[in-house]
T-cell receptor
Framework: QKEVEQDPGPLSVPEGAIVSLNCTYS??????FMWYRQYSRKGPELLMY????GNKEDGRFTAQVDKSSKYISLFIRDSQPSDSATYLC??????????FGSGTRLLVRP | GAGVSQSPSNKVTEKGKDVELRCDPI?????LYWYRQRLGQGLEFLIY????????KSGLPSDRFSAERTGESVSTLTIQRTQQEDSAVYLC?????????????FGPGTRLLVL
């Protein structure tokens, strides 16, 4: 079993929809949780960074962490075609090693 | 300012040949990381450099893989006697310091295809 599980998709939604992306994990030592966005043939770029449990909002993006369930989510409101990309969750404990999910491909249809 | 840069952006090589991949981190970043991303997969940690400390090589998949870093600047990842299973995107990242709360910034990657 992988330490971090993420549905690969693809997830196809119409423009303006609310998108929900999720990851589950098994290591209770993880404390830092990130979402990266990766456009085709580009490197990952950091979208959201959360420490421990709770919610964090930044514009149209909301990250949620539920450590009791070992479950994290990224919500995208009013999705745009430019949001079409692969979304990678990543997490770490008290070290520098990031553990990544396999990524979810998102397609927002105009 | 400039982000992390990597070269070449694409590399096609024949099985058995050696390849060298280069990473230029963000200026002033003391920590540097290499990852491998196979098609449809997440990123796998390969190696980590922090200043003049001994690197963490625990993610290197075999002794055909090695990496060097000169001080707090350029790093090269070398793959000797390449195999077809080495085909992947090799990503480099850097962070200002080491620490669990530090953000890693990624380069665009080098796409390696071994024929």
């Amino acid at each position: 079993q992988k330490e971090v599980e993420q549905d690969p998709g693809p997830l196809s939604v119409p423009e303006g929809a609310i998108v929900s992306l999720n990851c589950t994990y098994s290591n209770s030592a993880f404390q830092y949780f990130m979402w990266y966005r990766q456009y085709s043939r580009k490197g990952p770029e950091l979208l959201m960074y959360t420490y421990s449990s709770g919610n964090k909002e930044d514009g149209r993006f909301t990250a949620q962490v539920d450590k009791s369930s070992k479950y994290i989510s990224l919500f995208i409101r009013d999705s745009q075609p430019s949001d079409s990309a692969t979304y990678l969750c990543a997490m770490k404990g008290n070290s520098y090693k990031l553990i990544f999910g396999s990524g979810t491909r998102l397609l927002v249809r105009p | 300012g400039a982000g992390v840069s990597q070269s070449p952006s694409n590399k096609v090589t024949e099985k058995g040949k050696d390849v060298e991949l280069r990473c230029d981190p963000i200026s002033g970043h003391t920590a540097l990381y290499w990852y491998r991303q196979r098609l449809g997969q997440g990123l796998e940690f390969l190696i980590y450099f922090q200043g003049n400390s001994a690197p963490d090589k625990s993610g290197l998949p075999s002794d055909r893989f090695s990496a060097e870093r000169t001080g707090e600047s350029v790093s090269t990842l070398t793959i000797q006697r390449t195999q077809q299973e080495d085909s992947a995107v090799y990503l480099c990242a850097s962070s200002l310091r080491t620490g669990a709360g530090e953000t890693q910034y990624f380069g665009p990657g080098t796409r390696l295809l071994v024929l």
